[in-house]
């Protein structure tokens, strides 16, 4: 975050306590999380709620504004879930919004300098959704919603394979970070995406950061084998480093895990002791047991702080309704189902 942005947020966030219901220490956030790349290419399905992303976040907006909800910067809620920031500082109910991968339809529209797509037409950016739901509602918003935290891929040349289109640039995360609509956080140099065949030379090291300890260089959608000082160092680090350079002063102090993976070593051992290298305030994963309005789902300060959940449109919910269940579930009317949180790397043994 913005150190400024943060001074000026902090002043507000105390005169907003005064006389304002406030969110429980003991409650549950929900965390959404959103990628501007689901897209359906078939008629019919282009514009559907099940298939569009942007006609989801559209439409998600009105369902917690109408519940009741405020999006809240997600930078607070993680303050708040590591016990910096006291619930009466937030309002009653609160929903945290982030973006992965940093696609540029999250920032820019399909009508700046391209051309609208033959089955989903002329389509607005979220960021363009987010500031047209601003506008509509104006007069009862708080200054600071909606708002939304952006996980963008660090290295340039992993980004230029993974969408050799070049719809992954990197020229918009200044004015984004900028724009007090959007924040633009760390999601890996690499992401370990398998589109990246070859290994490549960049930044003063090698990558994918995964496979030079291992003797593949190619990215294999695994995260969880990030399990070593140099590959947290290459791949957390020197991302954080690289996206930091288009954003500062600001620092990129959040990550998001790729594929929700959460290496142990990674969660337990490198964010825990080598702060003054990374400087990552606090972690995110996705879904922590069935997709859906179970406990471990929610961000609570029960949470880890280098492994607070999130929940996935299209695999978390893919209606209105599905939404609603996910905010009724945080306010109490009616409980989250209980579970036990699955660790996604428990199981995956290096090679
Ligand atoms: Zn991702």
């Not at 993974?162 to 999601?187: K, L, R, V």
């Not at 994963?285 to 179970?294: K, M």
Request: with cysteine; glycine share 8%; aromatic share 14%.
């Amino acid at each position: 975050m913005n150190p400024l942005t943060k001074t000026i947020f902090g002043t507000i966030l105390v005169l907003l306590s005064m006389g304002v219901q406030a969110l429980s220490n003991t409650g549950r956030v929900p965390i959404l999380l959103y990628h501007s790349w689901m897209l359906a290419d078939n008629s019919g399905e282009c514009t559907s709620y099940a298939k569009n992303a942007h006609v989801a976040l559209q439409s998600d907006l009105e369902t917690i504004r109408n519940q009741g909800f405020v999006v809240v910067p997600v930078y607070w809620i993680a303050q708040w879930a590591i016990g910096d920031l006291d619930g009466s500082a937030l309002p009653e109910k609160v929903v945290g919004i982030t973006f992965d991968d940093g696609f540029d339809l999250d920032w820019i529209d399909n009508t700046t300098g391209m051309a609208a797509h033959p089955c989903y037409g002329q389509l607005n950016s979220l960021r363009t959704v987010l500031q047209q739901f601003k506008t509509t509602y104006s007069a009862t918003l708080p200054w600071y919603s909606p708002h939304a935290s952006n996980f963008v891929i660090g290295s340039p040349t992993a980004r230029s394979q993974i969408n050799p289109g070049g719809m992954m640039a990197d020229s918009w995360w200044t004015s984004a970070n900028a724009s007090g609509i959007m924040e633009i956080y760390n999601h890996s140099g690499d992401h370990d995406h398998d589109s990246i065949t070859s290994p490549f030379y960049e930044q003063g090291t090698w990558f994918p950061a995964g496979g030079q300890s291992q003797g593949n260089f190619f990215g294999i959608n695994q995260f969880c084998r990030i399990n070593s000082r140099w590959e947290a160092y290459t791949d957390i680090y020197l991302s954080a480093n690289y996206i930091s350079g288009k954003i500062s002063p600001a620092w990129a102090d959040l990550f998001a895990y790729p594929f929700g993976h959460v290496p142990p070593y990674v969660r337990d051992t490198y964010f825990q002791n080598y702060w003054s290298e990374h400087q990552t305030y606090a972690a995110f994963s996705t879904e922590l047991a069935t997709p859906g309005p179970y406990l471990p789902n929610y961000t609570r300060r029960a949470s880890n702080r280098y492994s607070l959940p999130r929940l996935t449109y299209q695999s978390s919910w893919n209606s209105p309704a599905g939404l609603i269940n996910i905010l009724n579930a945080a306010s109490s009317a009616t409980p989250p189902i209980s579970g036990s949180a699955v660790d996604w790397c428990a199981g995956y043994v290096d090679f």
